[in-house]
Nanobody, 114 residues
Framework: QVQLVESGGGLAQSGGSLRLACKVT????????MEWYRQTPGKQRELVAR????????QVESFAQGRFTISRDDATNTMYLQMNNLKPDDSSVYYC???????WGQGTQVTVAS
């Protein structure tokens, strides 16, 4: 059974940091692209970052460049999103996504106070 379980969300101050984790069961992430998305009420879900398999070039969307880092630990089947210098506009629900299989996690809420 495939499961993607996010953790690490919460309340942060503007300029602060949070580290999100996505623990995966049911398949081996080492073979696949893995992605982080976010969605705020009334807006479309948007890609935040993508980590290809095999040490490929990671993609971070422009709004997150220089602040967010995506990483993956294939040994523990876990993906991470390190978020630094958080801004109130980063407040959103963050989702882990396996694009090949079409699976999503349940999301973790990130709230950044100004």
């Amino acid at each position: 059974q495939v499961q993607l379980v996010e953790s690490g969300g919460g309340l942060a101050q503007s300029g602060g940091s949070l580290r999100l984790a996505c623990k995966v069961t049911g398949f081996t992430i080492s073979y696949y692209n893995m992605e982080w998305y976010r969605q705020t009420p009334g807006k479309q879900r948007e890609l935040v970052a993508r980590a290809p398999p095999g040490g490929g070039v990671k993609q971070v969307e422009s709004f997150a460049q220089g602040r967010f880092t995506i990483s993956r630990d294939d040994a523990t089947n876990t993906m991470y999103l390190q978020m630094n210098n958080l801004k109130p506009d980063d407040s959103s629900v963050y989702y882990c996504h396996w694009p090949t299989g079409g699976y999503w996690g349940q999301g973790t809420q990130v709230t950044v106070a100004s």
